[in-house]
């Protein structure tokens, strides 16, 4: 149904700023919510951030609210996590998910997944 492919992480200096992007192939992109997930080794992964199907509703982890901003671009099939202010807990691998409808935040609602992208964050 949805494929999606992420992109942008890399290793940043602590105050730094990261753009991941999530390109989604498949037909109906616009009837799935999509969140970030992130999971740091030994940890379990965690919710981020959402955003409704045109972008209405978002809604952050409180450890990043302020910091972190997701966007989407139905018409490039596209969901972006903008990163500012990185702080060296925020190493992790971040995944992109989709799930239809409504938005979530607990990995278990989510039914499609990407492969991840590593953020490392050095003090």
């Known amino acids: 149904q949805v494929q999606l492919v992420e992109s942008g992480g890399g290793l940043v200096q602590a105050g730094g700023s990261l753009r991941l992007s999530c390109q989604a192939s498949g037909r109906t992109f616009n009837t799935y919510a999509m969140g970030w997930f992130r999971q740091a080794p030994g940890k379990e992964r965690e919710f981020v951030t959402a955003?409704?199907?045109?972008?209405?509703?978002?809604s952050y982890a409180d450890s990043v609210r302020g910091r972190f901003t997701i966007s989407r671009d139905n018409a490039k099939n596209t969901v972006f996590l903008r990163m500012n202010s990185l702080k060296p807990e925020d190493t992790a691998v971040y995944y992109c998910?989709?799930?239809?409808?409504?938005?979530?935040?607990?990995?278990?609602?989510?039914?499609?997944w990407g492969q991840g992208t590593q953020v490392t964050v050095s003090s």
């Open positions: 955003i409704s199907r045109y972008g209405a509703t978002t």
């Open positions: 998910a989709a799930r239809l409808f409504a938005v979530a935040g607990r990995p278990e609602e989510y039914d499609y």
